[in-house]
């Protein structure tokens, strides 16, 4: 349900390349969906195999950047014109462009062998509001993979998309325009209105005693979300994961810190601060927290969750920046409370 980042290998807090086994890191478990071969080229579209999503094999195919509203008008004229035989592209959501990220690459972060052409290493607009200023729209750097928002008048590049998407929708149900302010969805295209990929169940979160089943992705987080108890550098995160399985902390002892993508699962695009769905059952919510992914761009750094926006980003390992949350996939269930 959620898809693997890509990475392969594993770092120490000074960058250095180091044997995965036993480090608990993002390329010792490689989490989550993949599929070998990733892309078909079909004529001027890729399809990916893995997501069910159709791109344009040229990513640059306007050329220039532009505003989001911009963007989400020129998706507007591609329908209308019929592009490459197809009336139904559309300005692709926060989670459909990030589903391209490779975590074990640069300049771009894609794939190694993608067939993609004319990928600008910058930011692409997605059409997901930021909920917590809707003045801005959310937007992914494909030189490094960083996840943020910008002011929809700023110009970014565009990339559509088009076909089902067989992973999670992100939980948007509002649309607003550059100015922030709340509009009826009809006819916009954006995220709110389309909503596009696998309806999230209800409840989404089901608790049983320590732990919190995600009935959307299958994975179990613990519910205390700040299991530190404060701030911590990456390597005393996975000390904090290895100790609640030395104590099979709510009857398990096989959990760990969550890839980034697992991480990103979380986020309910909809809401803020913190960027959950209104009722989840989470304890001790912070704003920032680790993952077991290594920066490829630069791995001295590594991925962490700023839960509070919803964003993507990086901490340096050696700081004492972030918090500890740990994850396990469904492999048993414990008692109800």
């Not at 490779?102 to 509001?129: M, R």
Request: some cysteine; glycine content about 10%; charged content about 25%.
């Amino acid at each position: 349900m959620i898809p693997a980042t890509g990475q392969d290998k594993c770092y120490d807090a000074s960058g250095r390349e180091i044997p995965c086994a036993g480090t608990g890191q993002d390329g010792e478990f490689r989490s989550g969906l993949s599929a070998r071969p990733r892309f078909r080229l079909e004529g001027e579209l890729v399809r990916d195999l893995l997501t069910g999503l159709l791109w344009p094999k040229n990513a640059s195919l306007f050329e220039f950047p532009m505003s989001w509203e911009a963007a989400l008008s020129a998706i507007r004229r591609l329908n209308r014109e019929r592009f490459l035989g197809f009336s139904d592209w559309r300005l692709p959501n926060r989670r459909e462009l990030r589903t391209l990220v490779f975590f074990q690459a640069k300049n771009p972060v894609l794939p190694p062998g993608h067939p993609f052409e004319g990928v600008f290493h910058g930011w692409y607009w997605t059409s997901t509001t930021a909920a917590i200023n809707p003045r801005y729209a959310w937007n992914v750097h494909f030189g490094g993979g960083r996840m943020f928002y910008s002011h929809k008048e700023d110009e970014r590049m565009v990339w559509p998309v088009r076909g089902p998407f067989r992973l999670p929708a992100t939980g948007q149900r509002t649309c607003y325009d550059a100015s922030g302010r709340e509009i009826s969805c009809a006819g916009t295209g954006q995220d709110g209105e389309l909503r596009v990929g696998i309806p999230w169940p209800e409840p989404r979160f089901e608790v049983r005693k320590e732990v919190v089943r995600d009935r959307l992705t299958g994975l179990w987080w613990t519910r205390r979300a700040d299991l530190a108890g404060g701030l911590t550098t990456w390597e005393e995160a996975f000390e904090v994961v290895k100790a609640l399985n030395r104590e099979r902390y709510g009857g398990f002892s096989d959990w760990r810190l969550p890839n980034i993508n697992e991480l990103e699962s979380l986020v309910d695009a909809e809401h803020h601060s913190p960027a959950l769905p209104r009722d989840h059952p989470f304890l001790e919510v912070r704003e920032f927290y680790w993952s077991s992914t290594t920066s490829f761009y630069d791995p001295l750094w590594a991925w962490a969750l700023y839960l509070t926006k919803g964003a993507v980003g990086i901490g340096l390992k050696r700081g004492r920046h972030f918090h500890v949350w740990a994850v396990r996939n469904f492999s048993g269930v414990p008692a109800r409370d």
